[in-house]
């Protein structure tokens, strides 16, 4: 199970952090991630974190405002968003999978391989 937390609504170029407390920090997944969806628009990876060494992997339109990490005692993952726009806006998802090795496809995140998904959690800037 998977429960996001900290959306809200923001500025342009304001920050936010959301959360992703998961009960499958387990043998199950390798894996943490976030995608995000806009109304009208398709699912876009945003990042993932392989848990075993909190290795980060960004998708192109977030590098360098976004920041993934991991508290792994609190089986806790985090989005730290930063100089946000209003294309940032949509309902942004946790998902959970377990990859081969340490690669955690970015684009893979709302795929089968990230099987464990939370409810999600709406940011607005504007």
């Known amino acids: 199970q998977l429960v996001e937390s900290g959306g809200g609504s923001v500025q342009t170029g304001g920050s936010l952090k959301l959360s992703c407390s998961s009960s499958?920090?387990?043998?199950?997944?390798?894996?943490m991630g976030w995608f995000r969806q806009a109304p009208g628009k398709e699912r876009e990876g945003v990042a993932t974190i392989y848990t075993g060494d909190s290795t980060p992997y960004y998708g192109d339109s977030v590098k360098g405002r976004f920041t993934i990490s991991q508290d792994y005692v609190k089986k806790t993952v985090y989005l730290q968003m930063s100089s946000l726009k209003p294309e940032d806006t949509a309902m942004y998802y946790c998902?959970?999978?377990?990859?081969?090795?340490?690669?955690?496809?970015?684009?893979?995140?709302?795929?089968?391989?990230?099987?464990?998904r939370g409810q999600g959690t709406q940011v607005t800037v504007s």
């Open positions: 499958e920090y387990t043998s199950r997944s390798n894996c």
């Open positions: 998902a959970a999978g377990r990859a081969e090795g340490r690669w955690c496809p970015v684009e893979a995140t709302f795929s089968d391989l990230f099987p464990y």
